[in-house]
Each structure stands twice: as C-alpha cells, then as structure tokens.
C-alpha cells in the first residue's frame, strides 16, 4: 500500500522553527520527484519547495526562500522541510508530494497542520 505521512507540524511562536518530515512507503522513493505544498485557511494550495531524486537539486517559492530547506534521505525514504524563522503567514496544512520522474503519476499525503502564532 502506498503511503506518504506527514508529521512534525504543531504550533509554534513567530521566529520558532519546525522540522517536518515525510515517511514514504510502497513504492519506489528514488523514483519520484518530491515536493511539499501547503494550504492556508480558506486559500488556494501554494507550492513551497521541491527537491529531485537524488537530492541534489532543489527549489523553493519565493515566499520561503532563504528560511526553509528541503531534503531528502533515500536510505531512509523520508522528505524533510526544516523551517526556520517562522511567519504567521506560514500557517497552513503542509503536505508532500510523490511525483514520477518520467510518467505522469503522483502520489499525495495527508498532511501535517503548522500554526504559527504568539
């Protein structure tokens, strides 16, 4: 069974920061192109980073740039976001996602709920 399952969300003061993790298992990591997205209350969903297969490469919204870090750890099959300096702007549910390198297919979690507030 495919799973992807975040975790590492919570609430946390404006300048704190959380290391999210996502935990992915049934398919083949390595072959998937991962990122994370994340849904404010009442907003459309907002991509925030990515990250290839080999994780050398990496991406981030504008938004985010400079404060969070995507990785990944193959041996492991996990997706991490260590996000630092925290905005309440921030707040909103992360959520990872599996896409295939070379077909159109993709995979999504659940997601993990970040609350930033004083």
């Known amino acids: 069974e495919v799973q992807l399952v975040e975790s590492g969300g919570g609430l946390v003061q404006p300048g704190g920061s959380l290391r999210l993790s996502c935990a992915a298992t049934g398919f083949t990591f390595t072959s998937y192109y991962m990122s994370w997205v994340r849904q404010a209350p009442g907003k459309g969903l907002e991509w925030v980073s990515a990250?290839?297969?080999?994780?050398?490469?990496?991406s981030y919204a504008d938004s985010v740039k400079g404060r969070f870090t995507i990785s990944r750890d193959n041996a492991k099959n996990t997706l991490y976001l260590q996000m630092n300096s925290l905005k309440p702007e921030d707040t909103a549910v992360y959520s990872c996602?599996?896409?295939?390198?070379?077909?159109?297919?993709?995979?999504w979690g659940q997601g993990t709920q970040v609350t930033v507030s004083s």
């Open positions: 996602n599996a896409r295939h390198i070379y077909i159109d297919y993709e995979y």
């Open positions: 990250i290839n297969s080999g994780g050398g490469s990496t």
